[in-house]
Nanobody, 115 residues
Framework: QVQLVESGGGLVQAGGSLRLSCAAS????????MGWYRQAPGKQRELVAS???????TYARSGKGRFTISRDNFKNTLYLQMNSLKPEDTAVYYC?????????WGQGTQVTVSS
């Protein structure tokens, strides 16, 4: 069983930055892929960024150039650095881990960007 706990969300003005963290209960080095997803009100959950255990990263077009995903296997923590935030980035952000054919989710952290 993998438990994921996100933190770092909050209210920020447009153009500001936030760093989200996801603390995992298990050894994230064993997790094939970890990622950040977000869900805005009335919209489907969408991928923001993902990273493999080999360090390969993928970004959604919306965050490319502004967001950076990283993982610290020693701290069992996944990060999402978000810069130049826009009001359309407002959403609940979820941490995801893919392990053993199963997806695990955190409870989410709210990010609100004011204009």
């Amino acid at each position: 069983q993998v438990q994921l706990v996100e933190s770092g969300g909050g209210l920020v003005q447009a153009g500001g930055s936030l760093r989200l963290s996801c603390a995992a209960s298990g050894n994230i080095g064993s997790m094939n892929v970890m990622g950040w997803y977000r869900q805005a009100p009335g919209k489907q959950r969408e991928l923001v960024a993902s990273i493999t255990n080999g360090g390969s990263t993928t970004y959604a077009r919306s965050g490319k150039g502004r967001f950076t995903i990283s993982r610290d296997n020693f701290k069992n923590t996944l990060y999402l650095q978000m810069n130049s935030l826009k009001p359309e980035d407002t959403a609940v952000y979820y941490c995801n881990a893919f392990l053993g054919g199963l997806h695990y989710w955190g409870q989410g952290t709210q990010v609100t960007v004011s204009s």
